[in-house]
């Protein structure tokens, strides 16, 4: 129903940016929140920021508050995360994902890109 594309990710210094985008086609009406999850080798994949896709309504990993940020652009079904002040742990693949809520559990999400590898340099 919900096909997820992602681009955006390389290999940035620490301190510097990376935006990564998320584009969605398909049935993207059912499912109204998306966000960004992440994990590093030998992780758990773990929730980083999420938005719901028609009201707006953003929610952050405190880890995060503050040098990342999310938007959508509902016009162009894309999802996008401003990163900030990476640092070295901020490393790890990026996936975009879709589901029926909010949820902080991977499990929450029934849709998924095929991940973006982020990795920051000390």
């Known amino acids: 129903q919900v096909q997820l594309v992602e681009s955006g990710g390389g290999l940035v210094q620490a301190g510097g940016s990376l935006r990564l985008s998320c584009a969605a086609s398909?049935?993207?009406?059912?499912?109204?929140?998306m966000g960004w999850f992440r994990q590093a080798p030998g992780q758990e994949r773990e929730f980083v920021v999420g938005?719901?896709?028609?009201?707006?309504?953003?929610y952050y990993a405190d880890y995060v508050k503050g040098r990342f940020t999310i938007s959508r652009d509902n016009a162009k079904s894309t999802l996008s995360l401003q990163m900030n002040s990476l640092k070295p742990e901020d490393t790890a693949v990026y996936y975009c994902?879709?589901?029926?809520?909010?949820?902080?559990?991977?499990?929450?999400?029934?849709?998924w890109g095929q991940g973006t590898q982020v990795t920051v340099s000390s």
């Open positions: 994902a879709a589901g029926p809520a909010y949820s902080w559990r991977a499990d929450g999400y029934d849709y």
């Open positions: 398909g049935r993207t009406f059912s499912r109204d929140f």
């Open positions: 938005i719901t896709w028609g009201g707006g309504a953003t």
